[in-house]
Every structure is written in structure tokens, then in C-alpha cells.
């Protein structure tokens, strides 16, 4: 059982990514998915999260308009499209169900 992300980078403020997370081990398809991040220093927070149909989802407020979840459950599958990056979105990006444990994280860079 295990949630693996990958997709971040190095990127230009202005430029866009698409991280991606990949379920294994148990039924996805029943479960929220959410997207936290952890900047150097600061907590984690939660940046988006994905009903388990994928026709609900909400946002942090300062990712709104800029950045999109989604999921592919045929495929076990959870997306972040990140467009219009800020230095402030650099970060590590994780993927999470409530049960499964943290993974590893993929980090994510903005900068000039």
C-alpha cells in the first residue's frame, strides 16, 4: 500500500508542472485525495484534495484559479496541474489518503 509522487522540478516563476501521484496496494478509487506541500521551515498544509468520483474538489486559497486536481481512477492516478508558479509554491508536494502512510514527496522549485 503506497502513494508515489513524481513530476515536480526546477521551474521559472511564470512556467507550469504537472505532478502526479500513483496508488497501489488497496482500492483507490473509494477515497479523498489530497495535495499538501512543505516549504523549508514552514508546516505542512493542504493545498488541494479530489472527491473520490472526482466531481468535488477544493483548493487553498492562493492556488486557486492557477493550480487543478485531478484523478484518472482506471488508473489509480491523482494530478496536479500547477500553472503560473510563484517562488512562494516551491516546496516539497506530497500526495495523501487519510490512512496511508506519507510518502517520500516531490520537490518542486520556482526560481529565476
Known amino acids: 500500500v503506497q502513494l508515489v509522487e513524481s513530476g515536480g522540478g526546477l521551474v521559472q516563476p511564470g512556467g507550469s508542472l504537472r505532478l502526479s501521484c500513483a496508488a497501489s496496494?488497496?482500492?483507490?478509487?473509494?477515497?479523498?485525495v489530497s495535495w499538501y506541500r512543505q516549504a523549508p521551515g514552514k508546516e505542512r498544509e493542504l493545498v488541494a484534495s479530489i472527491s473520490p468520483a472526482g466531481d468535488n474538489t477544493n483548493y487553498e486559497t492562493s492556488v486557486k484559479g492557477r493550480f487543478t486536481i485531478s484523478r484518472d481512477n482506471g488508473k489509480n492516478m491523482v494530478y496536479l496541474q500547477m500553472n503560473s508558479l510563484k517562488p512562494e509554491d516551491t516546496a516539497v508536494y506530497y500526495c495523501?489518503?487519510?490512512?496511508?502512510?506519507w510518502g517520500q514527496g516531490t520537490q518542486v522549485t520556482v526560481s529565476s
Open positions: 496496494g488497496f482500492t483507490f478509487s473509494k477515497y479523498v
Open positions: 495523501k489518503i487519510w490512512w496511508v502512510n
